[in-house]
């Protein structure tokens, strides 16, 4: 999945776009985390006494998989649904879950906002590079088509700069060291 995502951020040239890919992955792994403990979570439900035919699902796999991804929603939250663990194999099961979800989660927020950190100082330093060029631009008061063809120069050489710096790590990635 890693070597997918990389190929394609490799050929996105903007930032913003590099930026949805990312958030994209970010949540294909949310997805990928909540079927897989829902998957389980119904697997174990399925024991004699547990929440599967407590609630009356057996009978429909699709009416127990909703439930179970519920469930596994509110586990990524940090709180617990009104289907409690009745057994001691589901009791086990939400103990060595919940940590682990909450853990899960924690990264996913903290790569959404490294992501969201990256995209504002892009733009920030863009911002900045334009205010300086409007001031040079003032001040030797070049034509404003001139103006503009230097802001598209510069513009194009920070993105690849920064198509450049993606390359590079890249190019790390796929070293055999």
Not at 134 to 163: G, W
């Amino acid at each position: 999945m890693r070597r997918v995502i990389g190929d394609i951020s490799s050929r996105i040239q903007s930032d913003a776009g590099l930026t949805m890919v990312r958030l994209a992955g970010l949540l294909l792994a949310i997805v990928t985390c909540l079927h897989v403990i829902a998957c389980f979570w119904y697997i174990v439900g399925e024991a004699d006494g547990g929440w599967v035919i407590t609630l009356g699902v057996e009978h429909s796999v699709s009416d127990g998989y909703i439930v179970a991804l519920h469930w596994a929603l509110t586990l990524m939250q940090g709180t617990v649904w009104s289907t409690t663990p009745l057994t001691t194999w589901e009791r086990l099961f939400a103990v060595i879950t919940l940590p682990i979800a909450l853990v899960f989660a924690a990264l996913i927020i903290g790569g959404t906002t490294m992501l969201m950190q990256q995209t504002t100082d892009f733009a920030r330093d863009m911002a900045g590079q334009r205010s300086a060029l409007r001031s040079i631009a003032r001040h030797y008061r070049l034509p404003p088509d001139f103006s503009a063809r230097i802001a598209h120069f510069i513009e194009a050489e920070k993105s690849l700069r920064d198509l450049r710096e993606r390359e590079g790590r890249l190019l790390k990635e796929l070293s055999p060291d």
